[in-house]
């Protein structure tokens, strides 16, 4: 009986660094499993920041485009009066735009108020989420497209 006992615990010992062999190698691959979804957020962190980078690249290409061609037609053979009116145009195209905007809007309240509703609430109402995105339009044209991908972002 000893022998068989013997037998039973040497036969038991010697698996005993398989197993022990095996618990080792499934905390490696958790453990390389772990670097490999580190090294994938990784990746697609800096992925993003890239395409970051490339994007402002971009914007700053494009304005330096916008002077270089608002250079090359003040530069151009054409008097002073038609080089004046060249710029003007997006000038004049918005103040205009604004004005019937801001009539709208001045005629909007005016009638509400009139037709008895109170002062806040009337200029709340005309100030919706259309309203505003016209005006981060035009604030975003003169000032750059930085507060649309701001707000996308």
């Given amino acids: 009986?000893?022998?068989?006992?013997?037998?039973?615990?040497?036969?038991?010992?010697?698996?005993?660094?398989?197993?022990?062999?095996?618990?080792?190698?499934?905390?490696?691959?958790?453990?390389?499993?772990?670097?490999?979804?580190?090294?994938?957020?990784?990746?697609?962190?800096?992925?993003?920041?890239?395409?970051?980078?490339?994007?402002?690249?971009?914007?700053?290409?494009?304005?330096?485009?916008?002077?270089?061609?608002?250079?090359?037609?003040?530069?151009?053979?054409?008097?002073?009066?038609?080089?004046a009116l060249q710029a003007s145009v997006r000038p004049v195209i918005t103040y205009a735009f604004f004005s019937i905007f801001a009539f709208v809007k001045i005629t909007y309240v005016t009638l509400a108020v009139q037709g008895g509703e109170d002062l806040l609430p009337s200029i709340l109402q005309a100030w919706d989420s259309e309203s505003q995105t016209v005006f981060a339009a035009i604030i975003s044209f003169w000032f750059g497209n930085r507060l649309f991908k701001s707000r996308s972002s």
């Avoid at 615990?9 to 772990?34: C, D, H, R, V, Y």
């Avoid at 993003?48 to 402002?56: C, I, T, V």
């Avoid at 304005?63 to 054409?78: F, I, R």
Wanted: hydrophobic letters at 45%.
């Fill in 1 to 83: 009986m000893i022998s068989l006992l013997g037998s039973l615990l040497g036969f038991g010992t010697s698996s005993i660094p398989m197993i022990m062999g095996f618990f080792e190698k499934k905390q490696a691959n958790k453990q390389e499993l772990l670097m490999l979804e580190a090294k994938a957020k990784y990746a697609s962190e800096l992925s993003r920041l890239k395409l970051k980078e490339l994007d402002a690249e971009a914007d700053i290409e494009e304005v330096k485009g916008l002077y270089k061609h608002a250079e090359s037609l003040a530069k151009a053979n054409q008097s002073p009066f038609v080089s």
